[in-house]
T-cell receptor, first 110, second 112 residues
Framework: DAKTTQPTSMDCAEGRAANLPCNHS???????VYWYRQIHSQGPQYIIH???NNETNEMASLIITEDRKSSTLILPHATLRDTAVYYC???????????FGTGTRLKVLA | DTGVSQDPRHKITKRGQNVTFRCDPI?????LYWYRQTLGQGPEFLTY????????KSRLLSDRFSAERPKGSFSTLEIQRTEQGDSAMYLC??????????FGPGTRLTVL
């Protein structure tokens, strides 16, 4: 199976950038990296995804290393509502199985 | 609301009973996924449907678990002879071919 590794928890001051790293060294060449977040007791919410190039949308930016073995999700100006568990996800090669891992619990501090 | 819906949102049952959950995906999404999430863990893949065909099942899906998507629209997940270890959040997600998954709110199962 593919595998993702993320720090268990991180704190970030409100208004500052939150940088959440993920290691996905087992990713295959044509698989995307997806980022979701989950606020307590809700279903995961899609944030952003990418293949090789850096990506940006209205929620976040995604930086993927050239070797594609790791990525960083950036929330440019974190707010209290960004407090959640953040997951990076990859698909196991040759399957339809998506691997979530344990995620990073981000706490945004006032 | 045109998002993924799940019913019921909460289910409490006694050990040994059968339970069935329903998922209604976003219209025209041909792909449907079920996941299970226990406390403090990320969602774990259970099974995948492409239209009405069940194309992949996890080893987590024991003989007591069965899922269907008879007309390629809604899906059901049934657990027979529930055990306390089945207590979890059951999540459904749907996507278009090549698209990202959108998740429903989940069904929280408590087995007493």
């Amino acid at each position: 199976d593919a595998k993702t590794t993320q720090p268990t928890s991180m704190d970030c001051a409100e208004g500052r950038a939150a940088n959440l790293p993920c290691n996905h060294s087992t990713i295959s060449g044509n698989e995307y990296v997806y980022w979701y977040r989950q606020i307590h007791s809700q279903g995961p919410q899609y944030i952003i995804h990418g293949l090789k190039n850096n990506e940006t949308n209205e929620m976040a930016s995604l930086i993927i290393t050239e070797d594609r073995k790791s990525s960083t999700l950036i929330l440019p100006h974190a707010t209290l509502r960004d407090t959640a568990v953040y997951y990076c996800i990859v698909r196991s090669p040759g399957t339809y199985k998506y691997i979530f891992g344990t995620g990073t619990r981000l706490k945004v501090l006032a | 609301d045109t998002g993924v819906s799940q019913d019921p949102r909460h289910k409490i049952t006694k050990r040994g009973q059968n339970v069935t959950f329903r998922c209604d995906p976003i219209s025209e999404h041909n792909r449907l996924y079920w996941y299970r999430q226990t406390l403090g863990q990320g969602p774990e893949f259970l099974t995948y449907f492409q239209n009405e065909a069940q194309l992949e099942k996890s080893r987590l899906l024991s003989d007591r678990f069965s899922a269907e998507r008879p007309k390629g629209s809604f899906s059901t997940l049934e657990i027979q002879r529930t055990e306390q270890g089945d207590s979890a959040m059951y999540l459904c997600a749907s996507s278009e071919t090549g698209g990202v998954q959108f998740f429903g709110p989940g069904t929280r199962l408590t087995v007493l």
